[in-house]
């Protein structure tokens, strides 16, 4: 994840802002960047629980696929 500077627009009802507008591609980029947090998140919980993992490329490589 790379760190982005958004550059929202600000609803206001009186002084208080309760709105913000973001560009489609700054709003799918939090979407993204939350999930794979999310999934971090779950990986982290699971290794703690004493479930070996692997990474993708060793998996396929020791089933003999080559990519």
Do not use: C, H, W
């Not at 489609?24 to 794979?36: A, R, V």
């Not at 699971?46 to 089933?63: C, H, M, P, Q, W």
């Amino acid at each position: 994840m790379e760190q982005v500077k958004y550059k929202p627009d600000f609803i206001f009802r009186g002084k208080k802002p309760v709105a913000a507008i973001l560009k489609i591609k700054d709003y799918e980029k939090i979407l993204e960047d939350l999930e794979e947090l999310e999934d971090i998140k779950y990986l982290n919980e699971i290794r703690k629980n004493g479930v070996e993992t692997t990474d993708f490329a060793d998996y396929l490589v020791s089933r003999g696929i080559n990519v």
